[in-house]
């Protein structure tokens, strides 16, 4: 696992862990059957949308709070949408799209830059990073490398809701995987919490 310093330092320490999101187990099918619908960009852009849509609904507890950002995410997603491309099965078409994401994916070496970009997003937003983890989740059967990024953040639930967002938008092949939100007393303004990110870029390319 590589570490990379924070922009700002650390906030107090966090309380133990009290809700925890998980993906839905049919996204991947979900996401699979987009590609095919809407075209490798439209797939890659409805479910980090989607999935920054299901970050934010574990808020019920809190839903006086949350109903606004849930209300802000549902209607992104809509302008983000892309009209439906015409299904087909055609192997020749397939093949066309996988090269074309392929060659969508940032290189390998520029994983520095796209992480730096992240930090940039969170710094503007107003979210506080107590430090940023990134780690290769690598298969075998794929020619791309998926990087899990954890970020430990501190902001307010505002705050949190644009970092998402605007992230998702400034990384074209960056996913949502998971939000964990810890806080020690439910009046408090700022929540801490913990992002997973995942990023697809290419494999690295064989040294000669």
Do not use: C
Not at 2 to 11: F, Q, S, V, Y
Not at 39 to 61: C, D, H, N, R, Y
């Amino acid at each position: 696992m590589a570490a990379i310093k924070p922009l700002l330092k650390a906030g107090t320490p966090v309380a133990r862990p009290r809700l925890q999101l998980r993906l839905p187990p049919r996204l991947a099918w979900e996401t699979a059957r987009l590609w095919r619908a809407l075209g490798w960009p439209s797939a890659i852009g409805a479910a980090s949308l989607a999935l920054a849509a299901v970050a934010m609904q574990q808020g019920e507890a809190l839903a006086g709070r949350q109903q606004p950002l849930r209300a802000q995410l549902a209607v992104m997603a809509k302008q983000a949408a892309l009209p439906p491309a015409p299904v087909t099965l055609d192997a020749d078409a397939d093949a066309d799209s996988l090269a074309a994401f392929h060659a969508y994916l940032p290189a390998h070496d520029s994983i520095p830059e796209q992480l730096k970009a992240l930090l940039e997003v969170a710094q503007k937003s107003g979210v506080t990073l107590a430090k940023a983890d990134y780690k290769p989740q690598e298969d075998g059967n794929t020619a791309f490398l998926r990087y899990q990024i954890t970020l430990p953040v501190k902001a307010e639930y505002a705050q949190l809701q644009t970092f998402i967002v605007d992230a998702l938008q400034a990384l074209p092949t960056l996913t949502l995987d998971s939000v964990l939100f810890k806080r020690e007393q439910i009046e408090a303004g700022e929540i801490d919490a913990r992002i997973q990110f995942i990023l697809l870029v290419k494999k690295p390319e064989a040294r000669r």
